[in-house]
């Protein structure tokens, strides 16, 4: 994969927030925080465990400015044990005083759950638990930010096609996403009168940790570049660069938004049938 380009500039000097979600390099809160980087933000970051500690913690440490003083903040936040969010957030006031931004990019579902029939294989457990920390998790991450945004923020969590339209082995997880979206709404109500935006980025395919989870992830990719209007696949930098108008004051007086970044697959009705028949071998 070509090393991406993040034009830089100063649309977040000045401004710190939390990363939620980074899982290796490939992640796109990764490209998230490398674009609001480049932009002059200062982050912190959390993971979950030893062994993705172990992963985030170079990656963060490359966003260190030359002659840091200090180490990037690290927190160890597993976002279903309240304890461990209030203590993420207290440590961030502690730090800090104040947040400007949060990014949330969290999700989950077993793998069990993400294959074959939707009706047939998703269990109450797997379904109280994809929704829990696919989309509680927002609403409660959103709450505990906003209490240290005192002068005002902007939020941004992901979200995928699968919360709108039907995606084969998506299953239970659109469902989770259909929630996120919704919740994202909610927030946005709640917190706009405080100066706090809140926003959903909903990105077509991106070859990540959480993607290749997915059944038939392959065929997904082939699919969305022929169908797409741009027929391409989805641009990390693209992502990254939505999030960054959402959380600069780029996106001023803009809230409560799904926001599509995939190529304009989403527009798409029926797909051209040429294209369509060569991307599939047909």
């Not at 993040?6 to 925080?33: C, D």
């Not at 170079?58 to 903040?73: T, V």
């Not at 996403?177 to 009168?193: F, H, N, Q, S, V």
Request: aromatic content about 6%; proline content about 3%.
């Amino acid at each position: 994969m070509a090393e991406q380009h993040f034009p830089a500039g100063e649309l977040m000097k000045g401004k710190r927030g939390l990363i939620m979600g980074v899982a290796n390099k490939n992640s796109i809160a990764w490209a998230i925080a490398r674009q609001l980087a480049a932009q002059g933000a200062e982050m912190a970051f959390t993971y979950q465990g030893d062994a993705l500690l172990r992963r985030v913690k170079p990656l963060a440490e490359s966003l260190q400015r030359p002659n840091a003083n200090s180490q990037p903040i690290l927190l160890d936040c597993d976002v279903t044990n309240d304890q461990q969010m209030e203590t993420t957030f207290h440590r961030l006031k502690e730090e800090w005083g104040k947040i400007d931004f949060l990014v949330h990019a969290i999700a989950f579902a077993g793998k069990d759950q993400l294959a074959g029939s939707f009706v047939d294989n998703t269990t109450r457990e797997g379904f109280k638990s994809a929704l829990d920390i696919s989309a509680y998790s927002f609403v409660d991450a959103a709450r505990r930010a906003s209490e240290i945004m005192n002068d005002g923020g902007a939020m941004v969590t992901m979200t995928y096609l699968g919360s709108e339209r039907v995606i084969p082995n998506y299953n239970v997880m659109g469902v989770a996403k259909a929630a996120l979206e919704a919740c994202t709404r909610y927030i946005a109500a709640d917190l706009g009168p405080r100066g706090i935006r809140v926003n959903a980025i909903s990105a077509g395919p991106i070859k990540t940790l959480a993607a290749a989870g997915i059944g038939s992830g392959r065929h997904m990719f082939k699919f969305n570049k022929a169908a797409s209007a741009m027929r391409d696949n989805t641009d990390v930098v693209g992502v990254a660069g939505a999030a960054l108008y959402l959380l600069s004051d780029l996106g001023l007086s803009c809230t409560g938004e799904t926001h599509h970044v995939d190529g304009g697959f989403h527009a798409i009705g029926m797909p051209q049938e040429t294209p369509l028949k060569e991307a599939l071998g047909s």
